[in-house]
């Protein structure tokens, strides 16, 4: 039997869980305590931070694994691609695993490249944004999920911003760029010896000013054909400036009302918010999680798109209050396939984890409440 091994244990990383040993799989888990819903769900549990690579490397010889992935995790992604290359499995490159995490390399290389991006600034000792229109979006360099994430009109309120970016992020660092208004959308593909396959793009919905948290994906996109090309060129530029070569990546872009495309960021792993983990299979019939699994146990068959269908999630918080009664009554509309309330209380929503609750449906166009 194969050995996997999964990096996170959280409620992001349960499908995979499910998927391998569906599989067949025998699967190795390791993350924190706190939080490791899939402790009972995998075979093997290991309370170590996804962060100890060196400890997770030693481990995972010890077991003598035949793969490492995880889905949905940016802090995941450095451990995976570094264990992965001391033993000879399939991933990508460690130094370019951590460009994938860090905001501001990842705009250094995509300026490198060519990909259309913000202008940039980290906020170093020193740094300047005179050039800089405003409004401009500050952020940690290495979290997801909105995390410290805001919009600034004025420079009087830049030093507050940074210094609660600074906070979020692991690293202690921000980001500041410009602000590109228009649409948002994310591009899911799957990579295989540097080949990139583009299964879906995602429309999303969000809080908007000031934090931009999501509140709505949908897939497939409605943006026209020329501009939806144009994504699609931009993300595989994307690709190539960081060197994705294996495995999953979640791209976002935003679109201007001219129809411009800029790169906001890219991650070398699956879209979290059931993105990757759900919506792909059910608007084209690829099981992403699968392939997810195949290349990291070095097998590959290219995806077929087998079915056209609408899919999404909506996300349940104060500002979405609405969506309460239809969480409490799924079996109410045929379209829903999945629904759960996470928390009692309505928040106030500022990152992702201040959601109560999702649905997540499948119609033959797109759900709207």
């Not at 979290?143 to 911003?161: N, T």
């Amino acid at each position: 039997m194969k050995k996997l091994a999964i990096i996170g244990a959280s409620y992001l990383q349960l499908p995979l869980v499910l998927k391998a040993k569906e599989m067949g799989f025998e699967t190795h888990c390791f993350a924190w305590e706190d939080g490791a819903v899939c402790r009972t769900v995998a075979d093997f549990f290991y309370p170590v931070s996804i962060l100890e690579k060196e400890q997770i490397l030693e481990l995972c010889e010890s077991i003598d694994i035949d793969g490492i992935t995880s889905i949905a995790s940016d802090a995941a992604v450095p451990t995976v691609n570094y264990v992965a290359g001391k033993m000879g499995l399939t991933g990508n490159q460690f130094a370019d695993a951590k460009v994938c995490t860090d905001k501001y390399q990842m705009r250094r290389r995509f300026a490198e490249f060519g990909v259309s991006s913000p202008k940039f600034v980290i906020s170093a000792d020193g740094y300047s944004i005179k050039d800089f229109r405003f409004p401009v979006i500050v952020k940690p360099t290495d979290r997801s999920g909105s995390r410290g994430v805001k919009k600034i009109v004025s420079e009087g309120d830049l030093q507050v911003a940074v210094a609660r970016a600074k906070h979020e992020s692991f690293s202690g660092n921000a980001i500041i760029e410009e602000y590109i208004s228009g649409n948002e959308v994310s591009v899911e593909s799957i990579s295989w010896k540097g080949k990139h396959y583009i299964l879906a793009i995602t429309d999303k919905v969000t809080t908007g000013a000031p934090c931009f948290v999501e509140l709505e994906h949908h897939q497939p996109s409605q943006l026209s054909n020329e501009i939806q090309q144009k994504i699609k060129f931009e993300t595989l530029k994307a690709l190539k400036a960081l060197n994705i070569e294996y495995g999953a990546s979640h791209s976002e872009f935003k679109i201007t009302a001219a129809g411009e495309v800029f790169a906001i960021e890219v991650g070398a792993r699956m879209g979290g918010d059931f993105i990757g983990s759900n919506l792909v299979q059910l608007s084209t019939g690829y099981d992403f999680v699968k392939g997810v699994i195949d290349v990291a146990l070095g097998y590959f068959e290219e995806p077929v798109i087998q079915a056209e269908m609408c899919s999404g999630v909506y996300f349940l918080c104060k500002e979405t209050e609405r969506l309460l009664t239809v969480i409490q009554q799924p079996k109410k509309y045929k379209e829903i396939i999945e629904a759960e309330i996470t928390d009692a209380e309505l928040h106030d929503i500022q990152c992702s984890a201040d959601r109560s609750g999702y649905f997540i449906y499948q119609a033959n166009k797109r759900f709207k409440i």
